[in-house]
């Protein structure tokens, strides 16, 4: 009686010694481990992104449950099946299933047709996105939930849960803000604009055509500036000939912005005395034309460079005011009228300019 009762406790110590190593298989059996696997960790616009969801380890799976969460901005969902694995099974679409704290989840599901389950290890099931944008979007594994054959459910757990996709740039910055122009002077003309805070912002193109604007740079374009300043004076045009410009921002790979617009037209400084030659007695009109608002100052020189009268000291005039008429009736600083001969008339601007025009006096 004493030896029965021996062998029974070895038995039963012997048996819980390994009850740990059931367990752990038994363990292994019910806990699938899933992972997903992408086709690409670099995308472009447009490419279509596919993501098996596999299994590495478990025992027999009737269906699946996955929550799986990606950023909708960046992917667009296309269409999911079934991989080898699941024969027969049909693919439910991914849902949105929006949680308390106002995220998104995507519900994905796969069921097996009637009397069908797998084994792992394999992918069970594959997702297909289309790419709409090109930043790092994450896919993550929120929770799982398998049903055995026996149709009792249970939560798994994933390896490598959280797959990164990282893009190849096609986003340009975005385009300049406030493209203005303003004539500056004869074949002369000054722009100012606002960069962009992209990021990614490295410098502003302003191509220059007289056939039109341009949508695009080539390398035919003439390119009139290439920096990262906000003020650009284009020299050295012909007046009365209208110029488009076309400007882009760009980045480092480059990608370019679609262009801004703005056109203009230099116009020359003109000074007209008329009649020339005149007579004191009925005095010279002086018409002064210049392309941006200013103040002018009118003097008249003799040919051997003497000062003969100050007309007009900071005179306001508006661009292109051709009707602004000025005169002058021959006479000096002093009152007298002057002597029959050539003389000279200056005009200078507030911004520089100096025109000279020739007048002859006949009395």
């Given amino acids: 009686m004493k030896k029965l009762q ?23 059996q019910t806990t699938p481990h899933v992972y997903l696997q992408l086709s690409s960790q670099t995308v472009t616009i447009g490419d279509t992104l596919t993501m098996d969801v596999g299994i590495t380890q478990g025992d027999s799976i009737k269906s699946v449950l996955i929550f799986l969460n990606y950023d909708e901005a960046r992917y667009h969902y296309l269409n999911g099946y079934s991989a080898e694995l699941f024969q027969e099974a049909t693919f439910f679409d991914i849902h949105i299933h929006r949680q308390a704290d106002d995220s998104l989840l995507y519900l994905v599901g796969v069921i097996l047709g009637a009397g069908r389950y797998v084994k792992g290890p394999g992918v ?31 939560n798994g757990s994933a390896d490598s849960a959280n ?14 803000s406030n493209f203005r122009v303003q004539e500056s002077g004869s074949g002369t003309l000054q722009f100012t604009w606002l960069n962009p805070n992209d990021d990614d912002f490295r410098g502003v193109k302003i191509l220059r055509s007289t056939a039109g604007f341009l949508d695009s740079v080539s390398a035919s374009a003439t390119v009139v500036y290439d920096g990262h300043g906000t003020s650009f004076t284009d020299t050295n045009l012909k007046n ?103 003389y000279y008339c200056i005009v200078k601007s507030a911004r520089g300019d100096k025109i000279i025009e020739k007048i002859a006096v006949v009395r």
């Fill in 124 to 154: 069970f099931f594959t997702v297909q996105f289309a790419a709409i944008d090109t930043g790092n979007a994450l896919f993550r594994v929120d929770s799982l939930k398998f049903m055995t054959p026996s149709l009792r459910y249970f």
């Fill in 163 to 176: 797959s990164h996709i990282f893009p190849r740039d096609t986003f340009p910055p975005a385009p300049i």
């Fill in 240 to 342: 009365r000939t209208i110029y488009y410009y076309s400007a882009f921002t760009y980045d480092e790979i480059p990608n370019y912005s679609r262009p801004v617009y703005v056109k203009a037209e230099p116009k020359a400084i003109y000074i007209y005395v008329f009649p020339n030659p005149f007579s004191p007695y009925n005095g010279a009109k002086i018409k002064a034309i210049f392309p941006y608002d200013t103040a002018i100052d009118v003097t008249i020189y003799d040919t051997v460079g003497n000062l003969v009268v100050k007309l007009y000291k900071d005179l306001a005039i508006q661009a292109n005011d051709a009707t602004l008429d000025l005169s002058w009736d021959g006479r000096n600083g002093n009152g007298d009228i002057v002597a029959n001969g050539v």
């Fill in 6 to 28: 021996l062998s029974t406790i070895t038995y039963i110590i012997r048996n819980l010694a390994l009850l740990p190593i059931f367990l752990s298989v038994l363990q292994a």
